[in-house]
């Protein structure tokens, strides 16, 4: 699909149909990730010996954390050939990669019948899910901003994290709904790849969606595609530009796994809400997320990224810690509905600016790579590890609120860098102050 088919300011149709289809893979993405957080023990349960239960746990969250550590690798190496040979077939790429693991996921035999073989391929599954995790969010985020029509980046670019939302609440029903319909002995023999086999069946779907994909006007218009040398070597020139974006994200990724993949989990063993409870919660996070997001892009687009982006950290800074202790010392249901549903506007806001922002500050000829890299590296440092170290800040302090004492750092650390950023952008034209 080439010429006069590229990517135009066609109608409202067409684009919000390439807006599905080049985010019905982050969905997979995103989806798959949640469910392998919250049936960790079951994972654990099925693949690593049973028989030392430190070696099993120890084991899985290795296993968690390894899709993190593959993540950097991905961005700089699928996001400098995403760079090369385009937005459209690098996306088929990712995809490929990612249905690879998840099919390797739900696919293997249990520990009890293949022996170690059970634990390196599930390994195997995740290293393959994080290395295209690295370039997906960049990639699917750069396309949405080069097609954006003139002054509604933000809000176009807004549906990459929209497209995780609807994830999160898919994932979260179907958890819930196995708990209320399987008993739990059951649910952790075999029903925990119940969701997991949902996700690979609508795999063959999304291929035939990335398929029909347009290459992005901006990008087949450019004279020069960088080699992938040419994209590490503007990387390494760009370093500060890409440590700035990366302290940036920190705010978003540890947000949403504070309030997604780590809000189940605190729920259930912090505040000894049950599990529907817990699970209840998450879905109604994932759907306000899902609201606030494209209005933070939008008023982005009408106020400027700059102005948003110190507002929700300074909010968060000045907020996070009396919220979740007001939550700590009257834990219900409610209280934790009124203080997730409170992190999810200042997340969805934050985010809704910070992606345009990322996009438009990282060098033209690397805009995936150096995109993806910042993301995923702020993923790996600040929202991967949200869960592990929120627990440790709890066991450590005794102070149930503790994990308030990470977002802050991380919104700290984001305001740092945005004032950092819109400093310099003067130098940087295409920068939206």
Sequence with gaps: MHGSSHLRATSAKARAGAVFRVTSGNFLEQFDFFLFGFYATQIAAAFFPATSEFASLMMTFAVFGAGFLMRPLGAVILGAYIDDVGRRKGLIVTL?????????????????SIGLWAPALVLLGRLLQGFSAGAELGGVSVYLAEMATPGRKGFYTSWQSGSQQVAIVVAAALGFALNQWMAPATVADWGWRIPF?????????????????????EFASRSHRPTMQEVFATLLQNWRVGVAGMLMVAMTTTAFYLITVYAPTFGKTVLNLSTSDAL?????????????????????????????????????????????SFLAQAPSFAHMLEVLLW????????????????????????????????YS??????GGFTPAISTWLIHLSGDKAAPAYWMTFAAVCALAATLLLYKQASARPQLAV
């Design 343 to 374: 992190f999810s506007f200042l997340y969805g806001l934050y985010n809704g600016a910070m992606i345009p922002a990322l996009t438009e500050i990282m060098p033209v000829e690397v805009r995936v790579a150096g995109f993806s890299l910042a």
């Design 280 to 324: 209840l919660v998450t879905l109604l996070v994932g759907v306000s997320n899902f609201f606030w997001l494209p209005i933070g892009g939008a008023l982005s687009d009408r106020f400027g990224r700059k102005s948003l982006l110190v507002t929700m950290t300074l909010l968060t800074i000045i907020t996070a810690y009396p919220a979740l």
């Design 96 to 112: 490929s990669i990612m249905a690879s693991g998840t099919l390797l996921i739900v696919l293997v035999p249990g520990y009890a």
């Design 197 to 217: 086999a949902i996700g690979c069946l609508i795999i063959p779907f999304i291929f035939i969606l990335r398929r029909s994909l347009q290459e992005t006007e």
């Design 377 to 382: 590296l702020a993923t790996a440092v600040f």
